[in-house]
């Protein structure tokens, strides 16, 4: 009786594919789950129904194990297993709601990035040109140009690839007519059934998907719990959304007022301040592990570098740090001796001592100063829109989604795009700066030589037998810090919480605020240590 009652349990087990146990989720200062218990069989589709607002989307990212024990003021607790084992991030697939395609990447190119990424007990999927040709999605068509639907049936294509029996679907038939809602569910009902695999699909609008489920749970915000609901009372679900719908909004409008209060809202400040500084302090130690290129896929690492070696250092940066040299060569020598006081009498006598003061400011002070503020406001702006588009169109979800880590692939190749292309910059601005320079002077003295002007522009740079200049490892040394330093700045604000395209924007400003200040600072500092051994 014993062993029959055990053998009974270790089959049920084996028929779970998902398990929940007195899971708490808290987001901010509300409860949405307490002690929620939920059974999810393997090889069926389950819905997760309940009012828009009531925290689905994040009981989902909680399951697949994206989302960590706590966040951004989200925490949760409890026991999660998916195929006997603890959730963690990498260990199920996920179609996103607005798909967090890899737009720089092509559809094969999408398939293969989860390809790449699986691990060695992940089940075997179709090629992927096969996979793309079975789910009708054009290979020749650049991603961000495809259609809705395309866009939709790549997305399973992807979760499909990685190769995992669990497939998370978040809202997939949000915003789409009936009619289009209807095929989203045929397919995934299509790809339940021909790929084996468990769907788990979060959707407030679920009247195409009920057809094809085989359990529903509801997402109680009264009771806050995961009620699975008999299926003789999947009719009665819309008066119970209905219902719960307008209780919710109360809530959620009383909830607002209530954060409207000066003391809620300052120390709500207060604690940010609190872990945004511990998250810098932590961020700043770790950054030489950071530079540790820890690939899964070297090849996709790669990529990664090209994409943000490009965006930094890419011709239109050139050629501004070129601009910009060339005004600062230009402004440098010709206010200097067109504008030095009663130049008649004396320049005649510093004329060589004005042109090697030229040189030395512009190759130690001028510009590695307003080099690397360009650079600041320029590339560090460009890596931080970047990747708030990313974080804003869910990618870097998609990534830990697929066991690719953001800070692995991202910023890793963002640090070192800096540590190459900011000297780079600085150099071509530099030589740009000499140049104008030389034209300069002898517009202004047509008597004299190329020869006169290199010999005294660098007198106080040249080391006989040298390549490199007198200063070169103090230019070299705080222009990687600036650069390192604008990297990690750009993308910990890029990376940060994403609800709307405005704070994609605001990210930008932050980081070109913060970033600015930082080379600034840089240079104040050095400027002590540095120029003190003068003579």
Known sequence: MIASEANSSEDMSEDLQVKIENLDLIAGNRTLLDSATARFGRGKITLIVGPSGVGKSLLLKVLSGILPREKDGIRYSGQIKVDGIDTCAGNSGFVFQNFALFDEFSPTANVRFAISHRSSNSIKTPKASRLLNDLNVPTHVPTSRLSGGQRQRLAIARALSYGKETIFFDEPTAGLDIGTANKVAELIGDTARNHNTTAIVVTHDYQALVPIADEIYFLDPITKSLDLVPKEKWSDLPERLQTLSATSSQAEDEQAKEKQGIVNFSLCKLKQFAIGTTKFIEEAVLLPVRLIPIWKSPI?????????????????????????????????????????????????????????????????????????????????????????????????????????????????????????????????????????????????????????????????????GSFFYVGTDWVLFKVLICGIGIGAISYSIGAQSKLSSNDVSNSVTRTTLYSTIFVLAVHFVFAFSEFSRLE
């Open 300 to 464: 996709w690492g790669l990529r990664f570098f090209f994409h943000f070696f490009n965006l930094i250092t890419g011709i239109t940066a050139m050629i501004y740090l070129i601009i910009a040299g060339l005004i600062l060569g230009f402004v440098t020598t010709f206010f200097a001796f067109e504008y030095l006081p009663f130049r008649r009498f004396s320049l005649p006598l510093i004329r060589e001592d004005i042109l090697a003061a030229v040189g030395f400011g512009l190759y130690r002070i001028v510009i590695p100063v307003i080099g690397t503020v360009l650079i600041a406001a320029r590339c560090g702006s460009a890596v931080a829109a970047d990747v708030g588009s990313k974080e804003y169109g869910r990618q870097l979800d998609a990534m830990r989604s697929l066991n690719a880590s953001p800070k692995k692939y991202l910023l890793t190749n963002i640090l070192y795009s800096f540590l190459i292309g900011a000297p780079l910059l600085i150099y071509l601005s530099f030589q740009a700066a000499r140049w104008i320079s030389l034209v300069v002077f002898l517009s202004i003295f047509p008597n004299e030589s190329a020869d006169f002007w290199h010999q005294y522009f660098h007198r106080q740079l040249e080391i006989s």
